[in-house]
C-alpha cells in the first residue's frame, strides 16, 4: 500500500515539475521541424532520417547538461558562463541578441503567413503580424510564466495528437513519389547548405539549453522540482521533439517527395505550398487538421522565442550590473519584439537568408558551447556524469567540431 502511495505521489511530483522541457519542445517546432525536417523528406525522401536521429543523439548531452547543472548547483547555465571567462559570456550575449532580433523576424513572419493560409489569404501579412504579436504579448505580459507554461503543454498535446493523425492518414494514402522516381542526393557540396542549416537547428539552438536553465528556475519559484523530475521532465520533451522532427519528414516524404511540383526554398512560401499539397493529397476536408497543426507548431514557437530570448538577455545585462535586478522583463519583451517586427518591416524581402544565416550561425557555434557546457559539469567540484554520458559528449564535440570545419573549408 505504501508502495503504490508512493509511485502515486512520484508521478504526482513529475506531472507538476513539467515545464521547462515542454517549453524547450515547444520552442524547437518552428523553424527546424515545419520547415527544416519537411524540407528534407520533401526533397530528398527518407534519406535523411538517420542524421536527424543522429544528430539528436548527440546534442543529447549538451542540451541535458544545461538542466543538469541548474539542478545540482542551483543557477543558471549563464551564471556558469561567466565565471568561465569573459569572452564566452560576450560572445553568447552577442549570440543571443542577434538570434533573438532574427528568429523573432522570422518566426513571427512564418506564422502570420500560416495565419493568412488559414484565412484564405484574405488579409495582408503584415497585419497578421501585427495581431500575431500582440496575442503573444497579451499572453506573456499578463501571466508571464504560469501562462508560458499552461499554454505550451495544451500546444504540445494537441500539436502531437494532430501531427500524428495525419501522418496516419497520408501514410495510409501512401508515397506520391513514382517507383521508379529517383530523388536528388543531399550528399553534395550544393545540399552542404542545407544540411548544416538542418543540424544547426535540430532540435534547437544550442542557446536554447541556456534558456531551459532559466525556464527551470523559473518554474524553481512555484514549485519544488528533485533531480529525477527535473531530468525527467527535460527527456520528455527533448525526445518528443526528436520524434516530431522525424513525423515531420515523413509528412514531407510521403505528401512532397517526388511530385512535379518544384519545391519552395524560402519558408513562408513552402510552408503555404505543404499546406496546400497536403489538402490535395489527404483531401479538402483536411484544411482545418493540417492548418490547426501548421499554426500551433509557429504559434508555440513564436511565444517561447519572445519570452525566452527576451529572458535571457534580461538575465545576462543583469549579471553584468548594467541594469538593476528588479528591472521588469517587460521591457524586453517589448524591445525584442519592436526589433523583430521593425526587421519584417524593413527587411522582409531579406528575411530567408536571415533565417538561413542564423540557422548556420547556430550550427557554427554549437561546437564551442557544447564544449562550454560540459566544462562546466566537468570544472572545479565537476558533477559526476555517467561513463555512456561521457563517451557520448566525447563523441558528439567530435562529430560537431569536425563537421563545422568541414563547413568552413568548404565556403572559404
Avoid at 503567413?113 to 488559414?118: F, G, M, R
Avoid at 501522418?167 to 552542404?192: F, R
Avoid at 524581402?349 to 542564423?358: D, K, R
Avoid at 559528449?393 to 568552413?408: P, V
Amino acid at each position: 500500500m505504501h508502495r503504490m502511495e508512493a509511485q502515486q505521489q512520484g508521478w504526482q511530483g513529475r506531472l507538476q515539475a513539467l515545464g521547462p522541457g515542454i517549453l524547450m519542445a515547444t520552442a524547437a517546432i518552428g523553424g527546424s521541424h515545419l520547415v527544416a525536417s519537411t524540407q528534407a523528406g520533401a526533397l530528398f525522401g527518407w534519406q535523411l532520417v538517420w542524421l536527424i536521429v543522429l544528430v539528436n543523439i548527440l546534442k543529447y548531452p549538451f542540451f541535458r547538461f544545461g538542466v543538469q547543472y541548474t539542478l545540482e548547483r542551483n543557477e543558471s547555465l549563464l551564471e556558469g558562463y561567466q565565471r568561465k571567462g569573459k569572452a564566452y559570456f560576450y560572445s553568447f550575449i552577442v549570440l543571443m541578441i542577434i538570434a533573438a532580433v532574427v528568429n523573432t523576424a522570422g518566426v513571427l513572419l512564418l506564422t502570420a503567413s500560416l495565419l493568412q493560409y488559414a484565412l484564405l489569404g484574405n488579409v495582408s501579412i503584415t497585419l497578421l503580424c501585427w495581431v500575431v504579436l500582440a496575442a503573444c504579448l497579451l499572453i506573456l505580459l499578463l501571466g508571464h510564466y504560469r501562462a508560458l507554461d499552461a499554454v505550451s503543454k495544451i500546444i504540445m498535446l494537441v500539436l502531437t495528437v494532430t501531427t500524428l493523425i495525419a501522418v496516419a492518414i497520408a501514410w495510409q494514402n501512401g508515397a506520391q513519389a513514382p517507383p521508379d522516381y529517383i530523388g536528388p542526393s543531399p550528399w553534395t557540396l550544393a545540399g552542404m547548405g542545407f544540411l548544416v542549416a538542418l543540424m544547426g537547428w535540430m532540435p534547437a539552438p544550442i542557446e536554447i539549453s541556456a534558456i531551459s536553465s532559466l525556464w527551470l528556475k523559473e518554474k524553481q519559484r512555484h514549485v519544488q522540482i528533485t533531480r529525477s523530475q527535473g531530468l525527467f521532465d527535460f527527456n520528455l520533451g527533448y525526445w518528443l521533439t526528436a520524434g516530431l522532427a522525424l513525423m515531420f519528414l515523413s509528412l514531407g516524404a510521403l505528401v512532397q517527395y517526388g511530385n512535379e511540383q518544384p519545391i519552395a526554398v524560402a519558408g513562408g512560401a513552402f510552408a503555404q505550398q505543404l499546406m496546400n499539397m497536403y489538402v490535395s493529397t489527404i483531401g479538402s476536408w483536411s484544411r482545418p487538421l493540417v492548418a490547426l497543426v501548421a499554426f500551433l507548431c509557429m504559434f508555440g514557437t513564436t511565444i517561447t522565442v519572445l519570452d525566452g530570448y527576451a529572458r535571457s538577455l534580461h538575465a545576462s545585462f543583469t549579471q553584468l550590473g548594467w541594469i538593476a535586478s528588479t528591472a521588469p522583463l517587460n521591457y524586453w519583451l517589448l524591445v525584442q519584439a519592436a526589433c523583430g517586427m521593425a526587421l519584417i518591416l524593413f527587411f522582409k524581402s531579406a528575411l530567408a537568408p536571415m533565417l538561413t544565416f542564423a540557422m548556420t550561425l547556430a550550427f557554427l557555434t554549437t561546437p564551442v558551447f557544447a564544449w562550454l557546457n560540459y566544462s562546466l559539469m566537468q570544472g572545479t567540484n565537476g558533477i559526476a556524469l555517467s561513463l555512456p554520458l561521457k563517451l557520448l559528449s566525447w563523441i558528439g564535440l567530435c562529430y560537431l567540431t569536425g563537421f563545422a570545419l568541414l563547413f568552413l573549408v568548404f565556403i572559404f
